[in-house]
């Protein structure tokens, strides 16, 4: 069966999806309503529920999984649901939440043995201590979790594949610039989201934790690290530059970062982080069109729209 993204303009569709959010809203006839985003596997969809009574906002909450019979619409450049008909499912349906998930392109076991190599190759024993600490401490968590609520990589395991594909672009920096210290940099980039194990409530209508909203995964993984120092015994300047990587890797203040890059290798994993998250924006947003058209607008680059060549394979 096709996903919900690979439905075309106009056409009809009777699937089951999963309520990702739904936010509550009022009309100009004063008359409340539902903005959904549903999704499956293939991604997700906006649609709008008109004229709700209290039952149906109870009823179509996030994680909830619907039937929904509509039409896809193009709403000002991007893809919309109108809703014909929704409901949710029962039991004799057999479906559950795993089935509209979506993944990463590649599975946990191969994310987590990829890091493990990038551990064991640090020389530095400090570095890779606290490293391999952390990683033990939040492995399961880490595995499952996307690294964002929207944007980039807000997928199951996405946060995992981030870091694995962050990792294989620093190793081929670090090929062109030997001066740089793999050790820093690999275990910066393992690090700099690891915060979101605890940021984020989970791969499943992600959202932000108390802790989250409070203190933000850049605080969160800052404490850890010298949390790990503490309990392994280590001590000297490793810990405050490791620290210091990870603190910076937004780099730009208004980007939320607390300090700008001071260190040649945080400056590398900020323009990495950078690369790896618009490339996966862009080949998210760019898998809806077809050759010759162009994206709907893509808020964090900018708000542009980007064009798929026809040449493009």
């Excluded at 349906?93 to 994310?111: M, Q, R, S």
């Excluded at 600490?133 to 996307?146: N, Q, S, V």
Aim: aromatic fraction near 8%; hydrophobic fraction near 40%; proline fraction near 4%.
């Amino acid at each position: 069966m096709k996903g919900i993204l690979e439905h075309e303009v106009g056409e009809q569709v009777d699937l089951f999806l999963l309520i990702k959010s739904a936010t509550k809203g009022m009309a100009s006839n004063g008359k409340p309503f539902l903005t959904l985003i549903l999704q499956d596997k293939s991604g997700d969809i906006e649609a709008k529920l008109w004229d709700i009574s209290n039952d149906q906002v109870r009823i179509f909450q996030a994680e909830t999984i619907v039937r929904v019979a509509g039409e896809v619409h193009n709403y000002r450049g991007r893809l919309q649901l109108k809703i014909r008909q929704i409901r949710p499912t029962s039991a004799h349906d057999g479906v559950n939440v795993a089935d509209f998930l979506e993944t990463a392109p590649i599975d946990k076991e191969e994310i987590s043995s990829k890091i493990t190599q990038y551990i064991f190759e640090m020389k530095n024993p400090n570095i890779q201590r606290i490293t391999r600490h952390l990683m033990k401490k939040y492995l399961d968590r880490f595995l499952e979790y996307p690294a964002a609520t929207k944007n980039h990589h807000e997928f199951v395991s996405g946060l995992g594949f981030h870091v694995v594909s962050m990792l294989d672009l620093a190793k081929a920096i670090a090929e062109l610039y030997p001066f740089l210290d793999r050790d820093l940099l690999y275990s910066g980039i393992i690090l700099h989201d690891l915060g979101k194990v605890i940021e984020l409530s989970g791969p499943v209508s992600t959202t932000y934790t108390v802790e989250g909203n409070l203190l933000g995964h850049i605080t969160i993984i800052v404490n850890e690290i010298a949390k790990a120092a503490e309990e392994l015994g280590i001590q000297g300047e490793e810990v405050v530059v490791l620290q210091h990587v990870v603190l910076s890797h937004h780099g730009k203040l208004e980007w939320g970062s607390p300090k700008q890059p001071m260190i040649k290798e945080a400056e590398i994993l900020h323009i990495i982080d950078n690369i790896d998250a618009k490339m996966n924006m862009l080949d998210r947003s760019l898998k809806r069109v077809k050759p010759g058209e162009f994206s709907e607008r893509i808020f964090p680059l900018d708000n542009r729209s980007f064009y798929k060549p026809t040449f493009h394979s």
